[in-house]
């Protein structure tokens, strides 16, 4: 990196007064793209923004999900099982009063 291109990026770091090292070329334009098109360039918004939605999103992970689809196993194997119960037939009478299963 020629030193012109150093001073460069060091104006513009000090421009943003924010600096982020090692992002992807790609990931960086589409951030800047987002944060130009959601939050007018205000790049610590769309920072706030994406932090807030993984803050509410990723630590819960898919928890929340297995403990649901957990419960629906449960209440499915529960009917189920109520279902698959012998119900006791109904013993038929005869006229002479004898029962016959």
């Known amino acids: 990196m020629k030193m012109s291109e150093k001073i460069e990026e060091l104006k513009e770091r000090i421009k943003n ?8 070329e ?5 951030f800047f793209e987002f944060s130009e098109e959601e939050f007018c ?3 610590g918004m769309a920072l706030k923004y994406l932090m807030d939605f993984y803050d ?3 630590p819960t992970g898919v928890e929340h999900l297995e403990i649901a689809i957990a ?7 529960d009917i189920e099982a109520k279902l698959n119960e012998e ?3 109904p013993k038929k ?4 009063g ?3 299963e």
């Open 17 to 24: 007064g924010f600096g982020i090292n090692r992002v992807p």
């Open 26 to 30: 790609k990931t960086k334009k589409r």
């Open 41 to 43: 360039g205000d790049r």
């Open 56 to 58: 509410g999103l990723i």
């Open 71 to 77: 419960e629906l196993e449960k209440r499915v194997a």
């Open 87 to 89: 119900k006791p037939k």
């Open 93 to 96: 009478r005869r006229l002479d």
């Open 98 to 100: 004898t029962e016959v």
